[in-house]
């Protein structure tokens, strides 16, 4: 079968996935060598740094063939470690290419929207290490070039909780180091012994190349459902699904805006891409086995969220718990192991990307004027700050998924994927959909309605430098929820590839026909689309 050939794109002037790592990377080191006392110039370069790295990825999302977007584009190759099979190997699909992309566009937000106040150039050099990492996670086709990146991307997002965080970071900072390392050295011996076993069953050397690996199918089923446990523990972990999401409030709360924002809008997405690209494409018989266990961890994510979050008092640890319950929602769609629920998933961890790392930014606005995130001592913010007002109900709009915003058309595939699947999963998860407007329209009425008393009656309103940045995260929310089409057509052949792997290596596993009567193509027939571009 040809799921996940590799391919390279033709007219490439240059390596251009090498050099999403390499650039920021290189200006981290840039940032380093500067002085101190110049706060400006350090800003100006990691800014520029991240700003070229994010023209890159739009600049690969417009090259990126969606009439192949099951291949591997954009290839590259290079022997690293040859006598242990490890390679340099790069690509993406119609799976990461949005993710790419999404952390294209968030970085240089996050670097615009808030100065750290303290330290600027090891705080700058720590988040083009993180951007560099967090690429290479999303490019990575090596086993071990994959988890490398997966653990760099700890190092700095522990110590920009630790030393640019609030309250108790400390313990928030370490908390999430543990938990996350924890489940990543499962997911090394389970490395290990993919590689291992994949070359004794085939007769062939070691390696860690993941297509050669997973198109093979040659581990004992046994063996292959322990090592999925491994991978998966890390990818939950990460996530992370409802009992392991305990170290993400507080790594949330006490994080500075800007690794609140990077944390939600990217780093969460290491373990729901890992699950797709790692999980299912690696071990389909083994996430068809356990696909029960996190179909109900989904559900279970998505009310648990929804219900802490209503009782929260403060409003950073609001948006927080909302996340485990988006993410609950990305978890079903990706274990519903339909093309609906998959596209759906992979659509919402753009939308929560955009939509919560824009909450995020906003809450930080309303820190920085006022000092406190306690609900109970704000109130009546929308007659100070009616621009600011305004914003906040649109990016809460989305994350509550209203039509014509991009929450509701990856809420509603999940749901018809999941209903497609198991439809008592769906009923419940669709009672999430309806807790979440309750926790965030409370929170807004509370918030922004009300008498404006104190220092709340006095609050600046948005700032045109905070409405730039702000301004391209709710163009994504308008755009996505409108006209989601070019964003589901470069998906869905990958999408597609990935369940027609899991039918061949699941014996009796068919993916059930839509209740629409019909498979839903939301981007038409790609033979038809060639016209039209």
């Given amino acids: 079968m040809g799921t996940f050939l590799m391919a390279s794109s033709t007219g490439v002037p240059f390596a251009v996935l090498p050099a999403l790592i390499v650039v ?10 500067l002085p101190r006392r110049r706060p400006e110039l350090l800003k100006l370069v990691a800014v520029t740094t991240s700003v070229i790295v994010g023209a890159m990825s739009v600049w690969l999302m417009k090259g990126f063939d969606a009439t192949h977007g099951a291949e591997m584009q954009f290839t590259s190759q290079a022997d690293w470690i040859s006598d242990l099979g490890i390679q340099w190997l790069l690509g993406i699909d119609g799976i990461s290419l949005f993710l790419v992309v999404l952390t294209g566009v968030l970085f240089p937000i996050a670097l615009l929207a808030v100065d750290p106040g303290h330290d600027d150039r090891a705080y700058y050099a720590w988040l083009l290490v993180l951007e560099a990492g967090v690429m290479g996670v999303f490019c990575a086709l090596d086993l071990v070039v994959f988890f490398l990146f997966f653990e760099v991307v700890l190092v700095p997002m522990y110590f920009l909780i630790g030393r640019w965080g609030h309250g108790n970071r400390a313990y928030a900072a370490t908390k999430f180091f543990l ?188 820190y920085e004027r006022r000092h406190t995130r306690q609900i109970d001592e704000l109130g009546g913010l929308q007659k100070s700050a009616p621009v600011m007002a305004a914003v906040f109900t649109v990016v809460m709009l989305s994350s509550i998924g209203l039509p014509g915003l991009n929450g509701f058309v990856g809420e509603f595939l999940v749901l018809v994927g999941a209903f497609n699947a198991h439809r008592w999963f769906a009923v419940v998860a669709a009672g999430g959909v309806i807790l979440a407007a309750l926790y965030l329209l409370w929170a807004y009425q509370r918030v922004f309605h009300g008498p404006a008393e104190g220092d709340n009656a006095e609050m600046p309103d948005l700032k045109l430098r905070e409405g730039l940045v702000l301004a391209p995260l709710l163009a994504l929310i308008v755009f996505m929820g409108v006209y989601p089409k070019p964003v589901i057509e470069r998906m869905e052949p990958a999408v597609d590839a990935l369940v027609a792997h899991i039918e061949e290596h699941v014996d009796g596993f068919h993916e059930p026909t839509s209740r629409f009567g019909a498979d839903i193509d939301l981007a038409d027939d790609h033979a038809d689309e060639g016209d039209d571009h």
């Avoid at 089923?221 to 409030?249: D, G, M, Q, S, Y």
């Fill in 24 to 33: 920021p990377a290189l200006g981290a080191l840039l940032v380093i060598c």
């Fill in 179 to 366: 938990y996350t390392m924890a489940g990543s050295a499962l997911m090394l011996v389970g490395i290990l012994a993919v590689a291992f076993l994949h070359a004794d069953a085939t007769g062939t050397s070691v390696t860690f190349d993941l297509v050669a690996i997973a198109e093979a199918q040659a581990i004992d089923t046994n063996a292959a459902r322990w090592i999925f446990a491994a991978f998966a523990l890390a990818f939950a972990v990460k996530v992370p699904i409802f009992p392991l999401h305990t170290w993400l409030p507080d790594a949330h709360t006490e994080a500075p805006t800007a690794g609140s924002v990077i944390l939600a809008g990217v780093l969460l997405k290491l373990g729901t891409y890992g699950f797709l690209r790692f999980g299912l494409y690696l071990f389909p018989e083994a996430s068809h086995f356990f696909a029960p266990v996190f179909l109900t961890l989904g559900v279970v994510g998505i009310v648990y969220g929804a219900v802490v979050a209503t009782m929260q008092r403060d409003l950073k640890r609001l948006v927080a718990y909302s996340s485990v319950a988006h993410l609950g929602f990305i978890v079903l769609g990706t274990f519903s192991l339909n093309t609906e629920g998959i596209e759906g998933g992979l659509l919402q961890m753009v939308n929560h990307g955009v939509s919560t790392g824009a909450l995020f930014l906003l809450v930080g606005m309303i």
